[in-house]
């Protein structure tokens, strides 16, 4: 007996939460249609899509109609989910964005249609704007009033802003003769950002050119600067802020020790200062500085990922504070102002900068996400930053210790670097049917799943058994940046089946990372045995249909009671996705899967076969 049940549509047309129920428009008889996920395990998840038609005849579909009750938010783009309402209650079919509500006629025009089609969020992931570098994103999220990547090409002569706040860019000013030069696109920063870095080569230390840009100060604000440098010419200055004559707050090395010093004067030759016992800055290494001063006389520093370390220049009984805000007028970067005046320049830095951050804030930043940008990282975390950086709500399922190489990601959309992190992993991203969430699933989340459901009233005509050569692969090259290419083959099938070429460039962090993915590959593909591809059920007819509904992406499956002439009379398969019709009274479901069966495979390094536990397969 067919269970009962009703499909429900709702639409947020404000787009602000509140959802509207267009269930009684829709024409069920044309039946809703969505397909989710992917044909099989060697495919893309590609974004989801729902179909269906509603009755227009009023005209409340129709946009820019004034006389909808809709109106005016008959709008492309608006969120739109489908959910069974049964005698099991919480199940969702599909949430996503409409396309287009489109407006037709039949009937001799006697019926107005609107054939809307809508799509997940994943095609929105895929649309959005193009990655800056995982250090780029980082440093803009911790919110600069203004961010110089210093990373313009070869024969520029200022930096832009790229904050987005449209600051003024860093212009060149002479210090002596201007002897030496700041040459653009010639250095390295930190290595992480696919952009080149400013060199700074001045003639003396008296001689040669900077980079500054005009500031506007208040009495109450306190002001970070942070930026990579790398030099080996200790005892220069690289940032400072300016007031004129003798009135400076100036960032460098320490001339020994390489330890950052910052300096105060206050319109008088006599200056204080506080060494900051780090690292050695001047070691010819990428170092991340920051720095903040705040009013009266507050300094603030820290090196790489090290802690924060704090000074106070106690105010002179004379002269008052040492740092007074209103007074600075400039920023300098690559040099800093003599304390005799303007007149004789001084401490001119030699060396790469990259990266500079500016901000008139309260608090120093939390830096760690800025200096963990750049270096290896689980695939999980690489998940979490990239979804941090964009806004991207997400859900981490399983675990992993698989390490992902520091990524540029600059010129990918969030989805392509979010593949790059599935790859990696052999693991998945989708979006959740529920409320659009970006799941990323570590490979161990799968392989070890119970299975979720057990059926046997299959659709025979649409029961597909498969033995093709389409999943074969026995001989296996993949390469990463820098690293040689790892091959793996199976002699024993390319005698019998010939060869099957596949291979992948990824950022694995290690060659054998890259090894044992090829090994992964050949060991689930030198001869793999007959599978069920597709079967077919009308999830209503059977007892079971909360189990059915709940079935997504990577679950597993029982097939039991295969017809006559099945190679097995029961299988276990994975769900990859599944195309499903609703309609009146009748809902059917096509899963379209791949195996979930042992596999007998070996890992490197470890002595000997092993044979991984039932349901699962190679964790490498």
């Not at 005698?87 to 949430?95: D, L, N, V």
């Not at 000013?173 to 030496?180: K, L, Q, R, S, V």
């Not at 709500?393 to 399983?398: D, E, I, P, Q, R």
Request: hydrophobic letters at 40%.
């Amino acid at each position: 007996m067919a269970a009962e049940f009703a499909p429900v549509v709702e639409v947020d047309f404000a787009g602000n939460g509140t959802w509207t129920n267009i269930t009684p428009y829709v024409r069920v008889e044309q039946t809703v249609r969505i397909t989710r996920g992917r044909g099989d395990e060697q495919t893309e998840i590609r974004p989801g899509i729902m179909s269906l038609t509603l009755n227009n005849t009023d005209g409340r579909f129709t946009p820019g109609n004034a006389a909808s009750p809709y109106y005016p938010n008959v709008k492309k783009g608006r969120p739109i989910r489908c959910r069974v309402v049964h005698a099991g209650g919480e199940s969702t079919r599909f949430f996503g964005h409409v396309n287009e509500w489109p407006v037709t006629w039949e009937g001799g025009g006697a019926i107005s249609l609107s054939q809307v089609t809508a799509t997940d969020p994943l095609k929105r992931l895929g649309r959005t704007a193009t990655m800056r570098s995982l250090l780029e994103e980082e440093m803009l999220a911790v919110g600069p009033d203004a961010y110089y990547t210093l990373g313009e090409p070869a024969g520029a002569t200022s930096a832009g802003d790229t904050s987005g706040n449209g600051d003024t860019p860093l212009r060149q000013f002479i210090y002596g003769t201007g002897a030496g030069q700041v040459k653009f696109g010639q250095g390295t920063g930190p290595g992480t950002d696919e952009l080149p870095a400013v060199v700074f080569e001045p003639s003396t230390a008296n001689d040669g050119v900077y980079l500054a840009i005009p500031r506007d100060m208040t009495l109450t604000e306190a002001v970070v600067m942070a930026v990579w440098v790398n030099t080996t010419v200790k005892g220069r200055a690289f940032l400072a802020l300016w007031g004129g004559n003798s009135t400076a707050v100036v960032v460098k090395t320490d001339p020994t020790t390489g330890h950052i010093i910052v300096a105060a004067s206050n319109n008088r030759s006599a200056t204080i200062s506080s060494t900051f016992p780090t690292v050695d800055v001047a070691d010819g290494h990428t170092h991340f500085v920051a720095v903040q001063v705040t009013p009266g006389g507050g300094v603030t520093v820290q090196v790489d990922n090290g802690a924060l370390l704090s000074a106070t220049f106690t105010p002179d009984s004379t002269f008052g504070p040492w740092i007074e805000m209103p007074a600075y007028n400039w920023v300098f970067v690559g040099a800093g102002p003599s304390f005799d005046g303007p007149a004789t320049p001084g401490s001119l830095f030699g060396g790469t900068m990259a990266h500079f951050w500016y901000a008139r804030r309260a608090t120093m930043p939390d830096w760690t996400n800025v200096w963990q940008a750049g270096n290896p990282e689980t695939t999980a975390a690489r998940f979490e930053r990239v979804c941090r950086v964009g806004g991207i709500a997400g859900t981490v399922l399983g675990s992993s210790s698989t390490i992902i190489n520091a990524q540029a990601a600059r010129g990918k959309a969030p989805v392509g670097t979010l593949a790059d992190v599935a790859s990696v992993e052999a693991g998945l991203v989708y979006t959740a049917r529920d409320d659009g969430t970006v799941v990323f699933e570590c490979r161990n989340h799968r392989f070890n799943l119970p299975p979720s459901a057990s059926l046997a009233e299959l659709r025979e005509h649409d029961l597909l058994w498969s033995d093709d050569d389409q999943y074969m692969v026995n001989d296996v090259s993949n390469s990463r940046a820098s690293g040689a290419a790892q091959r793996w083959k199976d002699a024993a099938s390319i005698a019998e089946y010939g060869t099957y070429a596949g291979g992948q460039t990824l950022p694995w962090s290690s060659d054998k990372d890259a090894l044992l993915n090829a090994q992964w590959q050949v060991s689930n593909g030198a001869d793999p045995p007959p599978r069920v591809n597709r079967f077919t059920v009308v999830a209503n007819t059977l007892a079971d249909y909360a189990d059915v509904l709940a079935l997504d992406i990577s679950d597993v499956v029982t097939l039991t009671g295969l017809p006559a002439g099945s190679p097995e009379s029961s299988t276990q398969v994975h769900v990859e996705g599944y195309a499903e019709t609703i309609g009146y009274n009748h809902h059917a479901i096509t899963f379209h899967t791949s195996p979930a069966s042992v596999s007998r495979v070996w890992q490197l390094g470890v002595p000997g076969a092993s044979e991984l536990g039932v349901n699962t397969k190679l964790s490498y």
